[in-house]
């Protein structure tokens, strides 16, 4: 294989994995700060300026942390699970284009770790994969309320990941392409606008909801409820396996928001980016054009989860099934219609 | 072609062997095992290793229909896999056991 | 014939080799729990084995069937029904040893017979026909009735798990047990 190459992914994949770390521990302080913000209160001020190394002196306190792994625990399953949600999540941003590509020193540098040509199918695996971190750490936890954390899990994401699937055919089938940079590429007409939320509205919304229910977020973080389960799948957990259940879980905000970003949202097109000349001001435009909308939808995370209460269980598993499953393929078939009427 | 790929340096005949091998692992399995579930599982994989050599002729020949095959070979085993955990959860709500050996009684 | 097969390809060795032990750990762990994960593994393997036979796809797919839904299934049951190793029986020796023979049989023959055809296979390998698109163009056209037949085959079996998975609400005497627990 070409050394140069090598070297380049290497690189790419060491700065990705950096970037998504300090994301995932900035996203616990900026958590904080936007359920204060809504809430009328300051949130956390006190390490640092504003605050700002709040995460860095939680990190210390959780690495810090006795750690427990409780009598009657399948030991090594205990420890698999935290590491599995971890990997699960970390290794889905291989797929995501950042930006069109870079020249530097006379090599074109293509802004993503692995141009597959089934990177929607990629994620679709990986996402139902992820399944399994939190189902063998609530088992291995031999404790019921982390058994029954596990079990509306799993549940939960089968189900949702059906609607999600859904919801993307509709895009797949507009654009004809499995590939995550094609998709982006299709959408920078009209000027860097022509983004698929102007075709598939109603597929955006599934495809919202349903991110939210695989990530276990709130208003459907059943899995660890506190109220009912005292922490769900996670109730035996400390120190640093409690937090990189809770790490995963701000990754898998981070790329959900990503990929809608890419699917439905036009990916690293902005307006007016065909009026720039020079590719590596272009490209490094187009990463910040990303990022903003990634926060963008982050924030819309945070803010659903200080604003809607909890779903009860079969309330959850009515809208997956009774609501978001028919109406992804009431849009399939909408979307079917229009190529037929218009040859789009 | 990349002279390094598996099709020129590996005869079809170790996937062959490896398919074959894993197949009658699974047997093993289905004859020695009495868990119901387990049995399932044991199907699963004897149904892979037919899947992995359909995979490797249809490679090594340059013929599509083989992958074809696999992808319904998967439809069936969903469908199996569907179907047979729910009647295995049923036999359990009445027998309280999923061992095959009290299945053979016609009378609950 | 060490020699033969230290002279394969190291990623095919390494992954046959994976295979085989989870494969083996499926079949004899008493504990299902930890045969549904080696089970997992094992599927991984075929996966890489896929991607180096050039079908990406089969082997995507492969992990989203398999490793994503039917394995997720299994462990799902199993977590429910909160099976430990106690509820299996221990099986007699003499059992154990008629099975390793049957099965080292049909190995003996499955390999024989297939290796003999392993001769006759024209070897013509293309590197496309593992993509999606090919790979789509041949199923809805030469196939197109067989891909119709198996969305039905999904139909009833849904129907038929539904079905089956309801609790039935008329119980009789012996069959209360249905309404407790469920865990």
């Known amino acids: 294989m070409d050394f140069a190459l090598l070297l380049e992914k290497s690189i790419l994949i060491l700065i990705l994995t950096a970037i998504t770390l300090g994301i995932a521990t900035y996203l616990t302080y900026g958590e904080r700060k936007v359920a204060a913000f809504l809430q009328d209160r300051i949130g956390p001020n006190r390490a640092g300026i504003f605050g700002i190394l709040q995460p860095i002196a939680d990190a210390g306190k959780m690495f810090f942390k006795e750690e427990l792994i409780p009598k009657n625990a399948e030991k090594w399953l205990f420890i698999l699970g935290p590491g599995l949600a971890m990997i699960t999540a970390c290794i889905t941003s291989a797929v995501i284009p950042w930006g069109s590509h870079l020249e530097l020193f006379g090599r074109t540098i293509q ?41 509306r899990a799993s549940s939960q994401m ?24 094609e998709i982006v590429e299709q959408q920078s007409g009209w000027g860097g606008m022509q983004w698929n939320i102007i075709y598939q509205p109603l597929g955006f919304i599934i495809f919202f909801t349903c991110a939210l229910a695989e990530c276990n977020r709130a208003p459907f973080d059943l899995p660890e ?120 | 072609m990349n002279p390094d790929s598996v099709f020129n340096t590996l005869d079809i005949s170790h996937y062959i062997y490896l398919s074959s091998v894993l197949f009658c692992i699974g047997l093993f399995g289905v004859l020695t095992r009495r868990n119901a579930i387990v049995l399932l599982m044991c199907i699963e994989l004897m149904l892979n290793a037919v899947n992995l050599l359909f995979v490797a002729f249809s490679s090594y020949m340059g013929d599509s229909a083989g992958q074809l095959f696999v992808f319904f070979i998967m439809v069936v085993a969903a469908a199996e896999a569907a179907v047979g955990l729910a009647i295995i959860v049923m036999i359990y709500r009445n027998t309280r056991s999923t061992d095959v050996g009290l299945f053979d009684k016609l009378k609950g | ?50 991607v180096l036979l050039n079908a990406q796809f089969l082997a995507v797919v492969n992990l989203i069937v398999y490793a994503g839904a039917i394995m997720v299934l299994f462990l799902f049951v199993l977590m429910l029904l909160n099976l430990n190793k106690e509820s299996e029986p221990i099986v007699k020796m003499g059992w154990h040893i008629g099975a390793a023979v049957t099965a080292g049989l049909l190995l003996v023959t499955l390999a024989a017979a297939l290796h003999k055809s392993s001769e006759q296979i024209m070897r013509n390998p293309a590197e496309d026909i593992g993509l999606v698109k090919n790979l789509g163009k041949v199923l809805f056209t030469d196939y197109l009735v067989p891909f119709e037949l ?30 407790t627990s469920s865990q």
């Open chain 3, 150 to 179: 198996s969305g039905i085959l999904f139909l009833a079996a849904m129907v038929g798990a539904v079905l089956l998975g309801k609790k039935q609400t008329n119980s009789k005497e012996n069959n209360n047990y249905s309404e």
């Open chain 1, 111 to 151: 802004l993503q770790v692995a141009d597959v040509d089934i990177g929607i199918l990629y994620i679709m695996g990986i996402v139902s994969v992820g399944v399994y971190g939190i189902m063998i750490g609530g088992w291995a936890s031999n404790n019921k309320y982390s058994l029954y954390g596990a079990i």
């Open chain 3, 1 to 50: 014939m060490l020699l033969t097969i230290l002279g394969l390809p190291p990623a095919f060795l390494l992954l046959s080799f994976i295979t085989i032990l989870c494969a083996l750990y499926v079949v004899t762990n008493t504990n299902p729990v930890y045969s549904v994960l080696a089970l997992i593994l094992a599927f991984f393997s075929i996966s890489a084995h896929y």
């Open chain 1, 158 to 181: 089968i189900s949702y990941e059906l609607g999600m699937g859904l919801a993307l055919i509709a895009v797949i089938m507009m654009s004809g392409s499995l590939s995550l940079r």
């Open chain 1, 225 to 344: 409820c506190e109220t009912e389960l005292i922490g769900g799948y996670h109730t035996e957990y400390s120190s640093m396996k409690l937090g990189f259940y809770l790490f995963a879980e701000y990754i898998n905000m981070f790329i959900s928001s990503a990929v809608m970003t890419c699917v439905y949202f036009g990916g690293y097109n902005f307006p007016g980016m065909h009026l720039i000349d020079s590719q590596n001001l272009l490209a490094t435009l187009q990463i910040v054009a990303i990022f903003l909308k990634i926060s963008f939808f982050i924030f819309a995370f945070m803010w659903i989860r200080w604003t809607l209460p909890r779903f009860r269980y079969d309330q959850l598993m009515h809208l997956g099934w009774k609501t978001m499953i028919p109406l992804a393929i009431v849009n399939m078939l909408l979307t079917g219609g229009g190529m037929l009427l218009f040859g789009n």
